[in-house]
């Protein structure tokens, strides 16, 4: 997609987003999971969106900041209840600095994946240590790519189906820089909606190579928010990074 550009998915989604995330039983457990280890705060959601965690979050008593790349989805954040409870500025999360040190720091959802080249993500990573406290901690969400789903490094499928929509699902897979362009594609007697998505994959161990780069050591990893076993080959991670002694 050579038009996406890091606003693209948030601008297109925003409207949407809070519906095709509805789960309350996944955020209850997201805010447990986050508040059990954020001390004293405060707390940094890298990619915010449209506040779906960092808000409820801030409803528990802990301080909450937040950057988000997509004007549009911190305009949506913006007009919730609870979100003057939440500080959020928009711009690139390799850019915002809030000259503050944070107990946690999040990327929920993927979010690190919207980091498009290695470069990119091993920069952030770099610069965690410096703004956590010294008992901080990094948790990072993440959906590795299934191998099965590609066809000459691409898929097209059926995400969602019912009487009067559709939403098919393109996606072209570059491997030599682990990026993935997935066009998703909603069909009602209405018209066509489209929401761009693009991100670079990676492997825990990966990851846990990355981090390790930048100063940071694995302390948990679970297959979800509910603190599930991981076994390797799980396609989802929810992983938790202290720095090194």
Known sequence: M???????????????????????????????????RAGTGPVLEAGI??????IPLAGTGVEVFGVEVSRE????????????????EVGDMNEIDFGRKFSLVVLAQGTFGALLSEPAQRAYLRRVPEILTEDGRLVVETMEVDDSRFTHDQYVATSLLDVDHVVLSAALRDPGHQVLSIQNVLLTAHGIQLYPVKFRY????????M??????????????????????GCLRHVSVYGTQD
Request: hydrophobic residues 40%.
């Open 2 to 36: 050579r038009n996406y550009s890091a606003e693209s998915y948030g601008d297109a989604i925003a409207s949407v987003f809070d519906v095709v995330n509805d789960d309350p039983a996944e955020v209850a457990a997201i805010v447990e999971f986050l508040r059990s």
């Open 49 to 54: 969106g449209t506040g779906r965690i960092g």
């Open 73 to 88: 989805m911190a305009n949506q954040l913006r007009t919730k209840p609870g979100a003057e409870k939440v500080t959020v």
């Open 202 to 209: 990676y492997t825990a161990g990966q990851l846990d190579e």
């Open 211 to 232: 981090a390790g780069d930048a100063g940071l050591r694995l302390l948990e990893r679970y297959s979800d928010w509910t603190e599930a076993d991981y076994a390797p």
